[in-house]
């Protein structure tokens, strides 16, 4: 018998969001044991639970999730009374390379994961949930005007985001037909430590340091909401407890920016961190071809959330990315670790010779 009030299930949690869910969750409820089950691939990296690792109810187990007897022995081994599903393919310029790799991982695995859940849950949900966290872009491209609500139809474009809807749907689906106890939030772009450095905000604050060229893409148009990563861990915290079986709730920062100027607030943060002249950053600025099928705008009304849950951000962006260049600059083995290898060879691919 456990010790523990719940055992639960954080799929992806050496990855950006899911370290961040997993220290909360371990450092936050003693009573909780965090199983985090991850296949390590290029974004997953277990130095980022340096801190938790040592703790008694923070086990790791690596798997993955597309693999079926490797999640029913893992069901079998931990009984879980519920999963966070966190683990997915998520960089969208990658699923324009590869689509197969994000239905497999997004779509299969997330079917497979639902799939143990009913079968290890059935004839009791009491206590059960399986939260799944997705993404904005499942909605598809705004205009100049309006918001994503929870009642926005689905219209992804990239094979990521076509991904996600996908598995969204499988979630609803299987909380209609087999009644599985389920909730779920669709999230903007989070910014912050322990970020893969092929994301927007991280690139840009490791080519700075660097002197390297900052790509951005287009006319640097294009607007995105950005919520700062720890304050999305306490809203996915707030939903988990909270949260009414079988809804979505949107998450967002109420923080739009265009990306060139974000890129500009970057590089003025930037000049300031490392004593350069004012604007000497933002002669790194370089415009590359557009990413195919980019959607203009994403912006997230987080009414329900804020209304129902109560759930609000906590930081001013400013602040939140000041603290993630503080990050990044005093982490450097961190980003000489992660980019090295595998995601070296993609880095080339797809900045140095444009
Ligand atoms: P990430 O790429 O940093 O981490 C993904 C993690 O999943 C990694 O640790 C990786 O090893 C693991 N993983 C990948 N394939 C797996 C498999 N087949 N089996 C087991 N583990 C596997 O991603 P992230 O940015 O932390 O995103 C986490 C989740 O949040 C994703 O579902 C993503 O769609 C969603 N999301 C992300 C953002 C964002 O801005 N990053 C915004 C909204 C929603």
């Not at 772009?189 to 790509?215: A, D, Q, R, T, V």
């Not at 915290?237 to 920062?253: E, P």
């Not at 987080?302 to 951000?313: M, Q």
């Not at 980019?339 to 993609?346: L, V």
Request: with cysteine; charged share 20%.
């Amino acid at each position: 018998m456990s010790t523990f009030d719940k055992t639960i299930l954080v799929t992806g949690g050496a990855g950006f969001i899911g370290s961040h869910v997993i220290r909360l969750f371990v450092n936050k409820y003693p009573n909780y044991k965090i199983v985090n089950g991850d296949a390590l691939t290029y974004a997953g990296n277990l130095e980022n639970l340096k801190d938790v690792q040592d703790k008694p109810n923070y086990a790791f187990a690596k798997i993955d999730i597309t693999d079926e007897a490797g999640v029913e022995q893992l069901f079998n081994q931990y009984h879980f009374d519920a999963v966070i599903h966190l683990a997915a393919e998520s960089h969208v310029d990658r699923s324009i390379l590869d689509p197969l790799a994000f239905v497999k991982t997004n779509v299969l695995g997330t079917a497979i994961l639902l799939n143990a859940c009913r079968k290890h849950w059935a004839g009791n949900h009491e206590g059960k949930l399986f939260y799944h966290v997705s993404t904005d872009e499942v909605y598809g491209s705004l205009g100049e005007t309006g918001f994503f609500t929870e009642e926005t139809p689905y219209d992804p474009h990239s094979p990521y985001s076509a991904s996600k809807a996908a598995s969204d749907h499988f979630v609803m689906a299987y909380h209609d037909t087999y009644g599985l106890p389920v909730v779920m939030s669709n999230c903007s772009n989070n910014y912050g430590s322990h970020h893969f450095p092929e994301k927007l905000i991280p690139l840009m604050i490791n080519n700075i340091k660097n002197n390297k060229p900052l790509p951005v893409y287009g006319k640097g148009e294009n607007v995105r909401d950005w919520l700062f990563v720890e304050d999305h861990a306490r809203a996915i915290d707030t939903i988990f407890h909270n949260g009414k079986l079988g809804a979505s709730y949107n998450v967002g920062g109420f923080n739009e920016w265009k990306n060139i100027d974000l890129v500009h607030l970057l590089c003025s943060i930037m000049d300031k961190k490392l004593g350069r002249a004012a604007g000497e950053s933002a002669k790194l600025i370089t415009y590359v071809k557009d990413r195919a099928g980019h959607d203009l705008r994403y912006a997230i009304d987080a009414t329900k959330l804020n209304k129902e849950l109560g759930w609000s951000p906590s930081l001013q962006f400013e602040e939140g990315l000041e603290k993630t260049v503080d990050w990044y600059l005093s982490n450097e083995e961190w980003i000489n670790h992660v980019t090295s290898g595998d995601y070296q060879k993609y880095y080339d691919a797809q900045y140095e010779k444009r």
